[in-house]
């Protein structure tokens, strides 16, 4: 619903100035989250993403049992870590980059 202008001219003004006050630009945004310790913006972060990709409890679910299963494979021997710059040598080759 569109919000309603005061046909008041000073209540017109005080309503302005308050939607200045909330009125943030991307950029004011980013710059006061990035002034934030590390672990509030980890928050803050999660925050948005969670917007962009609501929690599914099903498919967290599995996940876990992915997880689970991969770290089982890793303490038991049948599979061996690979280091993470091997992974993203052979990423690059793959992808010529």
Same mark, same amino acid.
């Given at each position: 619903m569109p919000m309603r202008i005061a046909e008041d001219k000073t209540l017109w003004c005080a309503q302005?100035?308050?939607?200045?006050?909330?009125?943030? @630009?991307?950029?004011? %945004? %980013?710059?006061?989250?990035?002034?934030?310790?590390?672990e509030e913006r980890i928050i803050?972060?999660? @925050?948005?993403? *969670?917007?962009?990709? %609501?929690?599914?409890?099903?498919?967290? *679910?599995?996940?876990?049992?992915?997880a689970k299963r991969r770290l089982a494979e890793l303490r038991s021997g049948r599979v061996n870590p690979v280091p993470g710059d091997q992974v993203f040598a052979r990423i690059r080759e793959s992808f010529g980059r």
């Open positions: 302005v100035q308050i939607m200045e006050v909330y009125m943030h @630009s991307t950029k004011d %945004i %980013i710059q006061e989250a990035a002034a934030l310790p590390v803050v972060v999660d @925050s948005l993403l *969670r917007t962009l990709n %609501i929690p599914n409890p099903d498919i967290d *679910r599995e996940w876990v049992g992915v």
